[in-house]
């Protein structure tokens, strides 16, 4: 379980495809702290570490992961949000976030509002019903607050976000353009929601 706070930005060391694709990710995290086993959420996708030295740690990305998470998230030298996972009596900063990623979206504009960033983001039609205005959505792993959400013409649905100078600076949504797709976890309450809604409706 996580907030969607990210702690570190880790950088990709190497990417190399065995039974799965194992990473390497250098990180400032302490890793005297981090056991093998303990789960990590890396751009979204919560990962288990299977090895470690003492400024980097390795995870094996499976083929379910892969199909269902950003490509560019899983290069050599791609930058990559970190959060460990969240402890009985630590601060919930942001929302509930499973690290279980829902759909790869699509960043449709980025314009400047203020100091901040607006950011609009085109996610599968059948994704659209969990998203609300002011409700919360996870970015590459960063808790995020909904602006506004509405049905787009080409069959999905588009929604905004508002990157303010921190979370630019401190994650990996400063480098954000138009093309560039983003790993999205709906709220989870927003998931269960829809499952119960689908189910009563059989």
């Not at 039974?19 to 995290?29: A, F, M, Q, S």
């Not at 094996?60 to 970190?82: C, M, P, Q, Y």
């Not at 969240?86 to 509930?96: A, F, S, T």
């Not at 400047?112 to 039609?125: A, H, N």
Request: hydrophobic fraction near 40%; include cysteine.
């Amino acid at each position: 379980m996580f907030t969607g706070i990210v702690t570190d930005v880790g950088t990709v060391r190497s990417a190399e495809q065995r039974g799965d694709l194992r990473l390497v990710i250098e990180t400032g995290y302490d890793m005297d702290s981090i056991d093998l086993g303990a789960s990590i959420a890396c751009s979204g996708a919560c990962l288990t570490v299977v090895d470690k030295s003492d400024d980097w740690f390795a995870v094996d990305v499976s083929g379910e992961t892969l199909s269902k998470t950003a490509a560019d998230r899983w290069r050599e030298g791609a930058r990559i949000n970190l959060e460990r996972s969240m402890r009985l009596g630590d601060e919930l900063g942001g929302h509930i976030v499973t690290g279980h990623v829902d759909a790869v979206g699509t960043v449709v504009g980025v314009c400047p509002e203020g100091d901040s960033k607006r950011v609009g983001v085109s996610v599968p039609r059948d994704l659209g019903p969990m998203i609300a205005a002011k409700g919360s959505v996870a970015l590459d792993g960063v808790s995020m607050t909904v602006n506004d959400v509405r049905e787009a013409e080409d069959g999905t649905t588009h929604f905004s976000v508002n990157v303010i100078p921190h979370t630019a600076e401190h994650t990996t949504l400063g480098e954000l353009a138009p093309g560039r797709q983003l790993n999205v976890e709906v709220d989870v309450l927003a998931r269960y929601i829809d499952r119960m809604l689908a189910a009563r409706a059989q």
